[in-house]
Every structure is written in structure tokens, then in C-alpha cells.
């Protein structure tokens, strides 16, 4: 148990950051999933509400929607009179954490040299996966992006996004058509940010066992023939329309993933 005494150490010395800007569950969130994926809770055991809530420097009841939310995703297990319990087999593998961690931290923990190299443009045709998942037709401009994350300087992970056009910011609009740069962030979920009234908020996955085409162009340096992983997502918002589409070709040399299921 976590003393008061506890309570009032230094910044540099507590388990989790504190949240000084607004008091948001989903930064929350993110702060103790960090915090725990780090092992940073002696006896994989969270302190208690109060406590963590004034390490956090936010509301119980931020605090405890944040749990909530870890709970759903099977990181803890809560029941009254037992605490909040983590549940140290659930790593960041996890696929339905892989993409609050981010492609790029899964890799880093495991690898020294994580580098993602991407450029965004604009299209004027969809392709035919995009057009069904997004239900648009095959006139529709998109932006399209393409990342490929290298671990130790080996393709690891790549992914194209499809997004219409006409979702995005007027900036972003005005630089893709203008041929200008595009400041690149190798998260769809951070790119959706600046989208008017299209932020995303949970995703479909369609995990697809391949095989590697004889392509000179294909992205991973696997052989012709083998077999791979690639990831369908279908992006929504809170009110359910579909906003992006995705392909993850993924080598499970550097990423296996696991599925958690609970009660």
C-alpha cells in the first residue's frame, strides 16, 4: 500500500507522470498503460484511487474512466476489496494494444535502431478495398500515405492509408495539391486529429494470412512466396462512419501478435 508519506515525493520519483494539461481519461489512459507496460508497479499492483489519482493529478472520476478503459482492454482485472491487479502476461503484442502503443514503441522494444520512413500524397482514384470499406466510389481524390518501419535497418512493418480527400484539413488539402512537404507522423490516429470532425475512434481488423507476390516493388525484404501477415483496417469515428483504410504488411520475424480475450 502506498503511504502518504509516498504521496508527497518528488516529480522525478513518482510511478507515473503527472497530467498538467486538461484532465483528459484518454491521457490518463495512455500514462498508465505506459506506466504499466514499463513495470513501473511494485507487486503488479496499482496504488490505490486516491493516490494514483494525486500522482496523475487528476480527477477520481477521470481516474477511474481511464481504468475502466484499461480494464476493457484486459491490462488490469478490479473487484472490491482486491485493488487493481495487473495482469503481467498481456504485453505490448497484444494487437488489441497495438495501436495505442504504436508500431514504432512494439519495435523499440525489442530492437535498437527503429526508424519510419513515409510520404503522404494525393490520389485521384481509390483503390478497390478502400472504395468498399470506405464506400466511395472510384472517382473519389484520397490521400494516401505509405510508411514502412524499419527495425536494425530491416523492413519490418508497412503501411498504406487511404483517406478521402475532402475528410482532411484545408491545410493539409492546400499543401498535398500544391506538391508542398507535409510534416509526416507515422500515426493515422494523430494524423485523424487534425481532421474536422473525423478524429477516429476505434478501428476493424481483418488479419489476412498471404503470400509474398514476385513484385520488385513489394515493401518487406521477404522472398516470393513466403507467407505474411497483413492487417485490413477499417478506421471509424464515435458515430460510426468510416473515415480511413489501411493495409499492415507486417513480417512476424519482428512483430507476433496475440489476441486477449475476457470476461
Known sequence: MVTKAATTRGPSDLLVPRIRTASLADQTTSALLDAILERRFPDDRLPSEPDLAE???????????????????????RAPGRGTVIRTHVGRESIILQRLIGFRAMLKATHDDVKVVGSYRRDDK??????????????????????????????????????????????????????????????????????????????????????????????????????????LETHYTAQGEAVAFSQVHVDDHYVRFHVVRHN
Open 126 to 231: 481509390p483503390g478497390p478495398d478502400a472504395i468498399r470499406a470506405l464506400q466511395i466510389t472510384n472517382t473519389t481524390p484520397v490521400v494516401t500515405t505509405s510508411k514502412t518501419f524499419f527495425a536494425d535497418g530491416q523492413a519490418a512493418i508497412h503501411i498504406e492509408d487511404e483517406i478521402p480527400f475532402s475528410y482532411v484539413s484545408v491545410a493539409t488539402q492546400d499543401a498535398l495539391s500544391d506538391g508542398q512537404g507535409y510534416d509526416f507522423d507515422d500515426s493515422i490516429f494523430a494524423f485523424s486529429q487534425t481532421w474536422p470532425g473525423r478524429t477516429i475512434d476505434h478501428v476493424v481488423v481483418e488479419i489476412v494470412p498471404v503470400i509474398v507476390p514476385d513484385a520488385k516493388d513489394f515493401p518487406l525484404t521477404l522472398a516470393p512466396g513466403t507467407p505474411y501477415i497483413m492487417l
Open 55 to 77: 500522482m496523475l493529478n487528476v480527477s477520481r472520476t477521470t481516474l477511474r474512466a481511464a481504468l475502466q478503459s484499461l480494464e476493457r482492454l484486459g491490462m488490469v482485472s
